[in-house]
């Protein structure tokens, strides 16, 4: 007889090897070919809903890691909510409008110019469904369950309509403007840009100190006084219609080099030191507010320079004399409108020099610093230049500095509703709760948002003007091209004339011919993603506004999070969601941004071909994802290292649970041993855990919980005693049916607890799993917390217990490397005990060789009877021997009553009696 066939060891064709980037892919087209989200959504339909609200990225190009670690958290969040109580659908969307694709096309040969804006338009539309295909692929590998067949489109004709319905409705409230004003002006896209589209880098720029001489110094500075100003784009100087001072500072008259010079008493040493003065003394000195009014010359031409009164001007640097051009800077326009002067900007769409600039017409606004700077020095204007490198604002796109320049634009006005929006931040729960602070300060201190762009690719601006200029946005303009783009698309727009586009039968006094025209600049594409709420969670039945939740990257509070804001309080007085949650970025394992030069780009597909996208959602599971994250190969052989632990522990329990039937072998919770009732009792506290941590988004947490609990509970501890009962006694002895029921609850709980995360391997598990009905783990309900009897006593009981092995397994492994045993099984344990560990070893009813797998156990005495080779601990103290006897063939114990029974003469009695009651023919 082999006696190894006796034995019940684990069976399963759950394989040990995940073979993941082979197995998900076919995983993937199972989901498909069942409707697994048309699935979900129709069993948890009538439940309470939560809506995740998707951000919508960019169609243009591969999805990266940033990608790739937002949409799996969203993932996790709506898997978790429809296993909790909740309907939660997701919709995924896409943002489609804009320079990129502009730029993308023109990249591949695409001769704008050579076609009409229509025509062109039509091949931007073609390009941007391409890449939300290729995207949308990408993002069903990662295992992102959504409405994949359904996503909002921000170039969709019922998209578009919705959004011509939200300016509409922001014009109404008389929120929305056109004006002359300083807007960030990118001469690389030849249009305005918002701030969120600004990105900060270093730049090398000129500093000058420029002199310019009094005209009329209205009694309190003499003429020929020089007043100093700094600036570092010394281009601008054409532009320079009057000089900003503070009215509470006081300004200091210097005499050095034989002549007089006005600078801000706080900074004239630092002046001095500037520009070399060898000996200077005070000739007087004078409040701010004395200089209103002064006159001083232009150093360039012949025109005056206004002294006015600032509040802006400080002393953080330069002179506290600051150079004001209208046309050219936020601060400078509102108090040259305040001092009536004009908004003069020599400079054109192109960033070249006007001849509003005389002497530097041509020229583009950098090349144009230095022919300025020679002029200022041949003029004696010149006090100093240097050059420094400073952190100066970039076109996000093309990477291109960008300047302030004063164009005609169309604007949202911020001050209108500024309260209301400051009250909605408040009302937002956010996650982490420094947003709140951030995005409150954003809106507390921005200006108004300039929306329109002087660009091709986007939704047009719907605005008509009459013969005499005027703008035309009334409710009956709007609803009637709301209603065109739904049914024809905003091509529309530049397929026909502007009487084309209005009424039939419109009139307007201002238009006595009946002649009209339309605006030709799009909407910024940040009013496109922002329109969402309106466009999509009102637009669709089954979605809702507000959205429980809005998630994305940090980088939004200045957008996403940003311009839905501003457009939901607009049009419903209310934020667009009730929620906030953001994420870092996706760094090398060095924390450094990833980039192609550097070559530290961690590409998800390639992840996914190489470990599997389980691998990704597991890393991203581990991180603390509020904060910047860290992913390298490295990172991720440890976290698929991890993984094969939980996969093994999967494999394990289903090994073990071939012969067990829950409907017939189920142990009730009263009639196991404590033991077993203790596992159940801290997988329960695991259930309880980690229900808390999905419903506060702390998945790192999960992470560390399930990882701690399959490792150090089961593996470490239950697992692995469990099996000198599972293999060796018969398939339906009490104790091994006992376990078999805590496995078989472990499994379920682990399957269901893991599915959000390991959404391909639950799945893969469950198809395993005894008596599963459902077809999939994902049309299952979380696991829920017990309130299980004696629970309290238990833990205390068994967590001392614990305790206590800790002691004896390092006596053991002192005993190992004294080479006096081989494995614990080949020892014998004596205890010798305080009172209160002797009361804990009574209370005990479990064999304690089977828990501490050894093969022989004694109880001495006390602690202070303990032989001198005693490893001695707080409660304890531990001898560790040799175990006397042979070693069972069947069950590996060492006993001294192998071969009592001469039919099995290799055999301990308890193996001898299972193989003569069970096997007398194998």
Known sequence: MEYKDTLLMPKTEFPMRGNLPKREPAMQEKWNDMNIYEKVQERTKGRPMFVLHDGPPYANGDIHMGHALNKILKDFIVRYKSMSGFHAPYVPGWDTHGLPIEQA???????????????????????????????????KHLGVRGDWENPYITLKPEYEAQQIKVFGEMAKKGYIYKGLRPVYWSPSSESALAEAEIEYKDKRSPSIYV?????????????GTKIIIWTTTPWTIPANLGIAVHPELTYTVVEADGEKYVVVEDLVEEVAAKLGWESKETAKTVK??????????????????????GEHVTTDSGTGCVHTAPGHGEDDFIIGKKYGLDVLCPVNDRGVMTAEAPGFEGLFYDEANKPITEKLGEAGSLLKLEFFTHS???????????????TAQWFASIDKFRNELLEAVKETKWVPAWGETRLFNMVRDRGDWCISRQRAWGVPIPV???????????????????????????????????????????THPGSPNGQFTKETDIMD?????????????EERDDLQRPADLYLEGSDQYRGWFNSSLTTGVAVTGKAPYKGV????????????????????????????????????????????????????????????????????????????????????????????????QFMLVKLNELIKEVHHHYDNYEFAAIYHAVNNFCTVDLSSFYLDFAKDILYIEPENHQDRRAIQTVLYETLL???????????????????????????????????????????????????KFMNLRDDVLKALEEARNEKVIGKSLTAKVTLYTDEETKALLDSIHEDMKQLLIVSGFERGGSTAEAPDQALKFDHVSVVVEKAVGETCERCWIVSTEVGADSAHPTLCPRCAQVVSEHYTEV
């Open 105 to 139: 096309l023109t990249n591949k040969g695409v001769k704008r110019k050579e076609m009409t804006i229509a025509e062109f338009r039509k091949l931007c539309e073609e390009y941007a469904y391409e890449q939300v295909a290729n995207q949308k692929e990408q993002f």
């Open 749 to 799: 709980a682990l399957t269901k607890l893991l599915s959000p995360i390991l959404s391909h391997t639950t799945d893969e598990v469950w198809a395993y799993v005894p008596d599963a009905d459902e077809e999939s783990v994902q049309l299952t309900d979380m696991p829920e917390w017990k309130e299980l009897a004696g629970a309290a006593e238990l833990t205390e009981k068994w967590t």
């Open 581 to 676: 949650l953001s994420h870092g970025f996706a760094l090398d394992g060095e924390g450094r941004k990833m980039s192609k030069s550097l070559g530290n780009v961690v590409v998800p597909s390639k992840v996914m071909k190489q470990l599997g996208a389980d691998i990704l959602r597991l890393w991203v599971a581990s991180v603390d994802f509020q904060a910047d994250v860290r992913v390298s190969d490295a990172i991720l052989k440890q976290v698929a290292e991890v993984y094969r632990k939980i996969r093994n522990t999967f494999r394990f329990l289903l090994g073990n649970l071939a012969d067990f039937q829950p409907k017939r072998d189920v142990v009730s919770y009263e009639n196991l041993r404590e033991v077993d």
């Open 211 to 223: 002199a310019f001489d009094v005209k009329d110094g209205k009694g309190v500075l003499e003429e």
């Open 464 to 506: 008509f003007y009459a013969e005499n200029n005027e703008p035309i946005i009334t409710d009956e303009t709007i609803t009637h091209v709301s209603s065109l783009f739904r049914k024809h698309g905003s091509n529309v727009w530049f397929e026909r004339e502007a009487k084309d586009l209005l009424p039939e039968g419109f």
């Open 288 to 309: 701010g507010a004395e200089l209103e009014n002064i006159l001083a010359k232009h150093p360039l031409y012949d025109r005056d320079s206004l002294v006015m009164l």
């Open 525 to 537: 594409v940040w009013f496109d993603s922002g329109s969402s709420h309106q466009a999509v969670l």
């Open 392 to 406: 100066y604002p970039h076109d996000w796109r093309t990477k291109k500095p960008v300047i302030f320049r004063a």
